[in-house]
């Protein structure tokens, strides 16, 4: 299999590609353009490194939220347009179900910052396969404050970048892993083969991202209502 992967939903934005048992990524570079409007030059990149062109793929899987909106859509539309195209289908995945693969097996909270105070999250059950490691979701992907957030039962780990926006108040059972962690593009090939392989692919045109809250900013009047709380 043949499938390039384009992670676009946080700043660490990346591009990832596997030919067969063979893995390449490379990550947008700090200081230079906006992470996001670099990706189609990751992806020339990564293509060139691999040999490949578009053509000669089997599939392209996005990160299709939750995350930055303008990250998703631009990765989005990315993605929608090299399928379109070359003729491919296309994968969509969830950025917390990328996030869960950085974590051993077992019941994983993973964690992002959503800004406004707020966490997406959502859990997730996380094994080793034979062949590649797999995430099943078990609570969908949801918005909330930070310090609103418990902790769901039987989880054995808890990553992402959302565990740094205050202190956490989880059963002594639970493991935290980085607090810094965010999903990378070579971790979307192994759930972007199971899901191609599942029959998930979809056509470019029904693809869509994955906002979970409607708002990307509070009013001046929430903001000053929240320093009011404070």
Sequence with gaps: M???AIESATVDCSVALCVGEEQLQVHAEAGAAKPSEQLPALVSRV???GGLNLREL?????DHGPGA???IRIGCALAQGLALGAGLPLLGLCSLR???LQAPDGRVLAMLDARMGEVYWACFERRQLASRPTASVIDVPRVG???DLQCPAGVDVALGDGLALGEHSFPGTVRVLDALARPR???MLALALSDFEAGLALAPEAASPLYVRDKVALTAAEQLARRAGR
């Design 145 to 147: 404050a930070r310090a």
């Design 185 to 187: 593009a070579v971790d």
């Design 69 to 71: 909106f303008t990250g």
């Design 58 to 62: 089997d599939a392209i899987a996005f």
């Design 47 to 49: 293509l060139a490194t």
């Design 98 to 100: 990328i996030l869960s």
């Design 2 to 4: 043949r499938i390039l």
